[in-house]
């Protein structure tokens, strides 16, 4: 059974901190590695892309692949209110699969 | 550009009742999803559908259909409804290997 684990939180931060989100997955085959967020009673927006190993940044988006510990994080610099939602862990071995998700609380 | 659109947005069903949802992407890309969210369990593939004219089976199948009418549009059929199928329903459409959703089908079974 391919597996996407994520901590179902809810994970609260403080304004202006920075959120770490942790994903692992269970198939070494994995090559596609993605985040998304979801907003309450809304559809999944994609906000992050990996397909190698090490760092990718995007404005206040980093995520962190590492194969070898198959582990994949989303950190989120200078977290805002606005960042409140649910992230959704998804990776792809074949088909997609979909972590359950981290809720994320950014408080003012 | 409205990227995937889905209708319904909101319905309701009685138990043995019938009906189609419908997604529709205006991004040319070739592969298309159906997946039902439900609390606790994630989001699940019902059908997919990788190019024109080809669908398979995903994780969750059973009780439903879909339909691959052209490039443009994918619709699931739920032939007779079951309270078990109350959830809500994403479609997403991807070109390679990034997907994007619609704004989803929040459906109920009675």
């Known amino acids: 059974q391919k597996e996407v684990e994520q901590n179902s939180g809810p994970l609260s931060v403080p304004e202006g901190a920075i959120a770490s989100l942790n994903c692992t997955y269970s198939d070494r085959g994995s090559q596609s590695f993605f985040w998304y967020r979801q907003y309450s009673g809304k559809s999944p927006e994609l906000i992050m892309s990996?397909?190698?190993?090490g760092d990718k940044e995007d404005g206040r988006f980093t995520a962190q692949l590492n194969k070898a510990s198959q582990y994949v994080s989303l950190l989120i610099r200078d977290s805002q209110p606005s960042d409140s939602a649910t992230y959704l862990c998804?990776?792809?071995?074949?088909?997609?699969?979909f972590g359950k998700g981290t809720k994320l609380s950014v408080k003012p | 550009n409205a990227g995937v659109t889905q209708t319904p947005k909101f319905q309701v069903l009685k138990t043995g009742q019938s009906m189609t949802l419908q997604c529709a992407q205006d991004m040319n890309h070739n592969s298309m999803y159906w997946y039902r969210q439900d609390p606790g369990m994630g989001l699940r593939l019902i059908y997919y559908s990788a190019s024109e004219g080809t669908t398979d089976k995903g994780e969750v199948p059973n009780g439903y259909n879909v339909s691959r009418l052209n490039k443009r549009e994918f619709s699931l059929r739920l032939e007779s409804a079951a309270p078990s199928q109350t959830s809500v329903y994403f479609c997403a459409s991807t070109a390679s290997y990034e997907q994007y959703f619609g704004p989803g089908t929040r459906l109920t079974v009675t």
């Open positions: 998804a990776v792809r071995v074949g088909n997609l699969i």
């Open positions: 990996i397909y190698s190993n």
